[in-house]
């Protein structure tokens, strides 16, 4: 009992306390298939226009991402429906999804990690799984590189990571496109 007491201090005094949370807050979303997709602006056509989709945590669908919930959620569940071919022939007269962030099975699906998890977990897990990964690779690469320039600060990086995360640009963009050049630069 003493060990695991020393062990569990250690881990809050060292740098790897917001890591392990954040690999927490991840196996837990996966687990409640959390994720940040307004494609719950669907769900007054289905149920009624005053219908008020019961799976929201907080906040609402947001329309205007309609790249998001209309365009990139659909051909990830077309995918999934088909077996995650390279050429979905049942998208317009066969699209490629190798050249859009689409999950497929083919040797270069190894250079986009973050899609891999399609061929293991059942589609809503793997979705919530792929949405949480990249915010959580976002603020462990911003964290470890605040913690370059300022060591042993562990609390504003971590502060500095989550603001950016939550910046408005980040939100906005919050596709693999945008948050990759980030955490793959920082």
Sequence with gaps: MRKAFDAIKSLY???WLFPVILLIVLLAGTALKIHGSSIGAYYPYFYG??????????????????DEWLV???KTIIQA????PRVNENIAN?????LQDQPYKEWSAILRPHNL?????????????????LGILLL??????????LPRKRFIAALLS???LFSPFVQWWYTYGTLASLYYAL
């Design 140 to 149: 462990l690469s911003c964290y470890f590189f605040v913690l370059a320039v």
């Design 81 to 84: 429906e088909n077996n995650f």
């Design 162 to 164: 989550i603001s950016l």
């Design 13 to 15: 005094s060292s740098i």
């Design 49 to 66: 226009t005053t219908a008020e989709d019961p799976d929201l945590l907080f906040g609402k669908p947001r329309p205007i991402r309609s």
């Design 117 to 133: 998890i399609f061929f293991i977990l059942p589609l809503e897990y793997a979705f919530s799984f792929k949405w949480l990964l």
């Design 72 to 74: 990139a959620t659909q």
């Design 94 to 98: 066969g699209e490629d999804v190798s």
